[in-house]
């Protein structure tokens, strides 16, 4: 591109390039390290935890059996918050992209962008004050019809802060990441096989089908991925709305709710002294390892699609 | 509702063959079923939201099954579709306007020169101020900009203009999107080893805070500014060097210059972005009454830590303190809409005068 390197004209090599070049690339190796600091000081400081007794972790013998609960909970509150939000966010997509009018739709894309504008904290403040309360007549409803469906075995909480209150939470935190990526593809959709399954008869919902769907796929599922990510890593909502004592059970709508590792760092960081508090940085190692798995996965199918669609 | 209306010849073509609902027929579904799912509920005595629920359901079946009778089993299907989208919209949206109203119903009471210019410090029984939690999260958060923005745009520079196609770059690109899925816990547990083993272990300080945000931080400002720098154009890359000026010249006096008005816009959405984190700043930062404006020396409140302390561990006066969280979360939500509006402004403030 520029003379200074290539160009048989001047072979001088000027030192502010050396040195703005140098400079930059190594800025850019910063994040490399940044990122390769966070693996490494985890573990450093994880690694006294494996010689943790009882007392350093509520009870359980060893770090395996301390965070596996742990690992339970969170997979099963980023699942649900991601069955919910998936739908959600497709429409939501769908209704940008596809069905409202281009006025309409900025705005209401604006508006699902404040959805993740709003700071966790708040969400935590919303749910045990709006949500929780608001779906205890539902949950003793539930308890006491659907009760032979292990989800729904009861006895229904009396506050609300169950992890299926969480796992809603988590929907909507996800919901305009979800919807955002989604969005983005649908709109991609060559216009060319839109028209093409229009002309042929078919309605929208059976152009949506033939055309955007296929098309959109992958970058479906790896925004879901995405999601899922955000989902396992969110902490303040599910720390405040959670009423956690860390079992395991499949129990939904109960006041005995299993804990996520980051609503477990955050609760009981403060209070951890000396080797509790490697356990819970040892917990965070496994987090983080599971959600750079996740993540690196999604990505990975992004930028597989990326050169086509640019 | 509206559905897009077809073009004449479109409907004339289509009374031949098919007969059609009227084009108003999703507004009288709707109005057919929220008055009947009114009726019911208010002859049972169901609250607002059963009734609205049982509506969207009578609204489905019915727009449906109409389309169904009347037309065929596809439009009843694209209707069905049609429908499911605007419901899915309607309940995303509730969450979000119940959420801002509530927030603003319960923060406006706890709002007045007291509350933002006082801090907790030895206040007891009555309400204090958040001025120490909203100092802090601006410390916290100036260092966390300090540290992302430098290192970020030098990044994307290099991304952009030297490291281009590289195995180097590709990398960092691809990890810079992985990074920007780390948990915000995780970069504070990492700020919190780091300053463990550099410092002393247990260290809380407001910097530690700065580190940790600036690792959620950093990625969105790479993103952003890169996108940003890939949007001048080749020609005045050219036309520089044409003139002999040499590539870091020109990368400081006519690339980024020319993307300022971009990056400003990304750094502003940055910073919205992780001022309303609470996880790492618990971990890193903890919690105090006082106001701490030393970021290297003892721990520092923040206005989410504050709410979330003031909610979930009120101590004594409950009702007082929790009001201070409505009102501490009024706040924060202020300044992270104001972050989002002022974006827009810098963004059309800095923007390459055309100059003519």
């Known amino acids: 591109m520029s003379t200074v390197t290539t160009g048989t004209g001047s072979p001088k090599r000027r030192l502010g390039d050396l040195v703005f070049a140098n400079l930059t690339r190594a800025a850019g190796l910063t994040i490399l390290i940044a990122l390769a600091g966070v693996g490494i000081f985890l573990t450093v400081e994880g690694i006294p935890a494996f010689g943790a007794g009882p007392d350093d972790l509520k009870g359980h013998s060893n770090l395996l059996t301390y965070v596996a609960p742990l690992v339970f909970g969170t997979l099963l509150a980023a699942v649900i918050a991601l069955l919910i939000a998936v739908p959600l966010a497709l429409g939501v997509a769908l209704s940008i992209s596809h069905y409202a009018p281009r006025r309409i739709a900025a705005g209401v894309g604006y508006l699902v962008d404040l959805l993740a504008a709003v700071p966790s904290v708040v969400y935590g403040l919303w749910g045990i004050a709006v949500l929780g309360p608001k779906l205890v007549p539902v949950y003793k409803w539930l308890a006491s019809h659907f009760d032979w469906i292990p989800f729904f075995a009861g006895p229904a909480s009396n506050t609300g802060r169950t992890i299926f209150t969480a796992s809603i939470v988590l929907a909507l935190m996800v919901l305009p990441i979800v919807t955002a990526i989604t969005r983005e593809i649908f709109a991609q959709t060559p216009r060319l096989n839109e028209e093409a399954a229009l002309a042929l008869g078919a309605t929208r919902w059976e152009m949506i089908r033939l055309a955007v769907l296929p098309y959109g796929r992958s970058g479906i599922v790896s925004a879901a991925m995405l999601g899922l990510g955000r989902a396992l890593g969110e902490t303040m909502a599910v720390a405040m709305v959670l009423s956690a004592s860390g079992v395991v059970t499949w129990n939904l709508i109960s006041a005995t709710n299993p804990s996520t590792i980051a609503a477990n760092i955050a609760l009981t960081f403060a209070d951890a002294t000396g080797t509790a508090r490697n356990a819970l940085i040892a917990s965070g190692l496994v987090l983080f390892l599971i959600t750079f798995v996740v993540n690196f996965s999604a990505r990975a199918i992004v930028s597989r699609y990326e050169p086509g669609s640019k | ?356």
């Open chain 2, 1 to 356: 509702m509206t559905d897009l209306a077809p073009a004449p010849t479109e409907r004339a073509a289509r009374s031949i063959k098919n007969p059609r609902l009227p084009q108003y027929a999703p507004l009288i579904a709707l109005v057919v079923a929220v008055a009947a799912s009114a009726l019911l509920g208010l002859t049972l005595g169901w609250g607002v939201i059963p009734i609205g629920i049982v509506a969207a359901i009578f609204y489905l079946i019915g727009l449906t099954t109409w389309s169904r009778i009347i037309e065929n089993a596809r439009a009843a299907t694209d209707r069905l579709v049609t429908s499911l989208v605007w419901v899915s919209l309607t309940i995303a949206l509730i969450p979000l306007v119940s959420l801002l109203w509530k927030v603003i119903d319960e923060g406006k009471g706890a709002l007045n020169g007291k509350f933002l210019t006082y801090s907790m410090r030895n206040v007891i029984g009555e309400p204090g101020g958040i001025y120490h939690a909203i100092m802090g999260t601006l410390l916290i958060t100036l260092a966390a900009a300090v540290i992302s923005v430098p290192i970020g745009l030098l990044a994307a520079v290099y991304l952009v203009e030297y490291g281009a196609h590289s195995q180097l770059a590709r990398w960092i690109r691809f990890l810079v999107d992985v990074m920007t899925g780390i948990p915000s816990i995780v970069a504070g547990l990492f700020a919190y080893a780091l300053f463990s083993l550099i410092v002393g272990p247990g260290t809380q300080f407001g910097i530690g805070g700065g580190v940790a945000l600036s690792i959620l931080m950093i990625p969105i400002v790479v993103r952003s500014s890169e996108e940003m720098l890939k949007l001048v154009p080749a020609d005045l890359r050219e036309a520089s060097y044409a003139l002999g000026v040499p590539k870091w010249k020109t990368i400081l006096k006519v690339v980024i210059p020319t993307a300022m008005a971009g990056i400003i816009t990304g750094v502003t959405l940055a910073i919205a972005r992780v001022i309303g984190e609470t996880a790492p700043l618990l971990i890193i930062c903890g919690a105090t009454d006082s106001v701490n404006l030393n970021l290297f020396h003892g721990q520092m409140a923040s206005l989410p830590v504050f709410i979330y302390g003031s909610y979930t561990q009120p101590g004594s006066n409950p009702e007082i303190l929790k009001q201070m969280a409505w009102g501490a979360a009024l706040i924060l939500i202020l300044i992270v809409m104001a972050l989002n509006i002022l974006a827009r402004v810098l963004g059309k403030l800095f923007s390459p005068k055309t100059g003519h």
